[in-house]
């Protein structure tokens, strides 16, 4: 089971909750520690309003940046990602059409560019990959993702985009059988060339295909390959966990515990949370005693009603959290939480 514990010592770290409860800074400090038990880090990005880089203040972008020794950060730029998304498609496409088409291809193109879920899409195809290769090259990756239901989205639509590839691969089997079909009932067609769904199978899936089926389909196939790897490695307790973060307010807590019910539905690894900004003990003034009353009937809701969830504290820190000093005492509370 995922715990607090190994968190620095998993493969995937998703760090996720409600916009502005600390979850970058939460991603950053853990990068941070991780690096410092001498474990390499990249620390990712998948969140429009990019404060990465605001974090460890200096620029980042979109490409793996060093941040310190074995910490490296990067920053994915959604728009930019479905734009190079949506070319790559047109330009295969464009490829297996005669040039009449092309036009008709880019203005669909252009259409699919603004439809709903096709950033999701294409930042799920980078995420998954960065997923997969990301092991190879740093003893960790930590995603700084998106406001939760962006995240749930995210973390889903391998199953939707599995389900969506296999229904198109096997219309694409369909039409291509068909038009065999339809070629070897016509007069110039030849069966020794086209052979036909009632002659003997064929083991190889590609076998008969003219070169634009053989195209498609290897395409479709490869995305149904990467997003079930993705999925695989989404719910491999061993390797792959994800770390709630919320402050002690009714918004993010409520969101958390819906959160926290879809993704023990999808079976994805969940370490625990940290309850981020939680004020200090010596706080004074009449101000922030009445906002402590506050924070302790939310700390006892966390306690009640997420329980069951392993969960540490971080305080409210005197000043903004940016640069590395900041970052490293960050870290040194997760240390001491016993993360």
């Not at 464009?94 to 709903?116: C, F, N, T, W, Y």
């Not at 990756?141 to 939760?148: G, I, L, Q, R, Y």
């Not at 302790?296 to 409210?316: F, K, N, Q, T």
Request: aromatic residues 4%; glycine residues 6%; proline residues 5%.
């Amino acid at each position: 089971m995922a715990d607090l514990h190994t968190l620095t010592e998993r493969r995937i770290v998703f760090v996720g909750g409600k916009g502005g409860v600390g979850k970058t800074t939460t991603a950053a400090a853990l990068g941070l520690l991780a690096a410092e038990r001498e474990r390499t880090c990249l620390v990712v990005s998948t969140d429009p309003a990019h404060s990465l880089g605001d974090a460890f203040d200096r620029e980042i972008g979109d490409r793996e940046t060093c941040l310190a020794a074995g910490l490296w950060g990067l920053e994915i730029d959604p728009e930019a990602q479905a734009r190079r998304h949506i070319d790559n498609v047109t330009e295969t496409m464009k490829s297996l059409v005669s040039p009449d088409m092309h036009g008709e291809i880019e203005r669909q193109m252009a259409l699919a560019r603004q439809s709903p879920g096709a950033i999701e899409a294409a930042m799920l195809e980078r995420v998954a990959q960065i997923m997969l290769d990301g092991r190879d090259r740093y003893d960790l990756v930590v995603f700084d993702t998106a406001p939760t239901g962006h995240t749930l989205r995210l973390l889903t639509l391998p199953e939707a985009m599995a389900a969506w590839t296999d229904g198109m691969l096997s219309h694409t089997r369909k039409s291509e059988q068909l038009g065999k079909v339809l070629r070897h009932l016509t007069p110039t067609g030849a069966r020794a060339e086209v052979p036909t769904p009632f002659d003997e199978p064929d083991e190889d899936p590609f076998e008969g295909m003219d070169r634009r089926t053989r195209r498609i389909t290897e395409t479709l196939l490869n995305r149904r390959r990467l997003f079930h790897r993705a999925r695989r490695l989404l719910t491999d307790v061993e390797q792959t966990a994800f770390l709630f973060v919320l402050t002690p307010e009714r918004l993010p807590i409520l969101e958390t515990r819906k959160a926290l019910e879809v993704l023990r539905q999808f079976d994805i690894p969940i370490a625990g949370a940290i309850v981020n900004r939680v004020l200090p003990d010596d706080v004074d003034g009449t101000f922030l005693q009445r906002r402590r009353r506050q924070e302790a009937d939310y700390l006892r809701v966390i306690e009640r009603d997420l329980g069951d969830l392993p969960h540490v504290r971080v305080p409210m820190l005197e000043h903004d959290v940016q640069g590395m000093e900041s970052l490293k005492a960050i870290a040194h509370h997760l240390a001491k939480a016993g993360i």
